[in-house]
């Protein structure tokens, strides 16, 4: 090498050490099954108190919305920054990358800006994991897996790329039969990290010191408070059973279509539920139970934050922390997600970028889930594809207020007549408005209108009154324009 060209290599190295240290840091925690019902979100019987302190250093969005409540869908849309008309990713099997084989998924792309990417507890859905996304092989505390970042995980990690390429991306989860998941709820006398989440806590904070040093983009997975509601004894006593706080509105909306329900049939397969009617002691005993591990699950991101700090990240470190889509505790009579009602769409998302103008807010604006993948590229100066179907919000971290989009869309596919039904979502400042339709013709089974601002509970589908002609045929209209019509100007 001539002395010029060194002396441009040596100050070209000097400049990426100089960038690599000024590079943000992402922490992005996935909680499985969490509905925002927090301290932060004003719900003072849950206790929260470490998620509370990390939305009072950054913005708590209470109006953001997945676009399919359930994991995969709602993970790999979020993952991907696509909606899952465009990943076709609508159940537990389907891996994105048959559809989609050249996507680049969020932590892909700070992966090919030279960040350190990797994933510890569930992050892609079991058994759908991407292993093109990390730089360090994806962990699971599952105990059949090596440590995190051993050579033997690495090897693992390249057998089952292979294996996925042999399958042509296939995988199936064999259906479980019920009853045979043992109990819906359990509360072991143990230590934190004697359960799963705990040992996912324990990995995270190994990760996070060895990746001190480098950009990284760190996704930390949680699969509490996913059923079965297992956490230790104490966060349970936090609950005396008699003092839990019950779900209001157990009813049905009246009017409303059989396809916006479900049997319940996730949670059917626990043990001690069967199909057995669900009796108020259990409902409340059910209630309690994911309120403890609620409180288990924040207890843990307490630890990971209270890591970051210690090492002196907090200061070039993004957090945004996610429920992969909202929960119903007996709201409608229905549990679990599966639908597109508001308890079941509505998600927990918190954004904390040390840079921001407005700390501790809230922000009532519209966000989806397909936003998060270009919000922390474009807070961490992360460049990504063009065909992102979401916006960056990186501009109401800084002022909350700002005009933002007309409307949030999400989708729940059904079965009728042995043939495919899609329910197509659209939630509004005021309604949302749902239209159910047949796959294969488009056409329009059955429509729902609920009217928040009369009727918060959604306790009256009022598409089937004829003076909502006008109004039904405005919405129509715009959920037919759909997201690229509600982006702001
Ligand atoms: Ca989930």
Redesign the pocket.
């Known amino acids: 090498m001539d002395r010029r060209a060194f002396l441009a290599s040596s100050a070209g190295a000097a400049l990426a050490q100089q960038s690599a240290k000024n590079k943000m840091n992402v922490l992005m925690i996935a909680i499985?099954?969490l509905r925002p019902e927090l301290g932060c979100y004003g719900a003072k019987h849950v206790i929260s108190p470490n998620i509370d302190a990390l939305a009072k250093r950054g913005t708590i969005f209470t109006r953001a919305y997945c676009q399919q409540a359930?994991?995969s869908p709602?993970?790999t849309s979020l993952l991907t920054g696509l909606r899952p008309d465009t990943t076709r990713v609508y159940e537990l099997q389907t891996h994105f990358r048959r559809i989609l084989p050249d996507a680049v998924t969020l932590p892909e792309a700070f992966k090919n800006a030279g960040y350190q990417t990797t994933g510890l507890g569930k992050i892609f859905h079991n058994g759908l994991d991407d292993t093109r996304s990390w730089s360090i092989p994806h962990w699971m505390p599952d105990g059949k897996r090596p440590a995190w970042n051993s050579d033997e995980a690495r090897a693992e990690a390249k057998t089952f790329t292979g294996n996925l390429a042999a399958n042509g991306w296939k995988i199936t989860n064999a259906p479980t039969r019920p009853g045979s998941r043992g109990p819906a709820w359990d509360s072991p006398d143990v230590a934190d990290n004697e359960l799963p989440d705990g040992k996912t806590t324990d990995a995270v904070i190994g990760a996070l010191r060895f990746l001190k040093d480098k950009p990284f983009f760190l996704a930390a997975g949680f699969a509490k408070p996913?059923l079965p509601f297992i956490a230790p004894k104490k966060y349970f006593d936090m609950y005396p059973l008699d003092k839990v706080e019950m779900p209001d509105y157990p009813e049905r909306p009246s009017g409303a279509p059989e396809l916006a329900f479900h049997n319940n049939g996730e949670l059917r397969n626990y043990g001690n539920i069967g199909n057995d009617p669900i009796t108020p002691d259990k409902a409340r005993q059910l209630v309690r139970a994911y309120y403890a591990a609620t409180s288990y699950t924040d207890a843990l991101i307490g630890k990971v934050l209270g890591e970051l700090d210690r090492l002196g990240l907090r200061e070039n470190t993004i957090v945004a922390l996610w429920?992969?889509?909202g929960w119903q505790l007996n709201n409608h009579g229905l549990w679990q997600?599966h639908t597109n009602f508001e308890k079941a769409t509505n998600s927990l998302l918190v954004v904390a970028d040390p840079r921001q103008k407005r700390k501790g807010v809230r922000c009532d604006r519209f966000v989806e889930f397909v936003d998060v993948y270009p919000t922390l590229a474009d807070c961490a100066g992360v460049s990504t594809p063009s065909s992102l179907e979401g916006l960056s919000m990186r501009r109401l971290l800084d002022d909350p207020t700002l005009r933002w989009k007309k409307a949030a869309f999400s989708q729940y596919p059904r079965r009728q007549d042995q043939k495919d039904v899609m329910g197509y979502t659209m939630r509004t400042e005021r309604y949302r408005y749902t239209e159910w339709r047949w796959v294969e013709t488009q056409a329009v089974i059955d429509r729902e209108l609920y009217d928040y601002e009369a009727d918060p509970r959604e306790s009256v589908n009022h598409a089937r009154n004829p003076e909502n002609a006008e109004l039904l045929t405005r919405l129509a209209a715009q959920l037919k324009e759909g997201w690229r019509g509600a982006k702001p100007a």
């Open positions: 499985d099954d359930v994991c709602s993970r996913h429920g992969d889509h997600k």
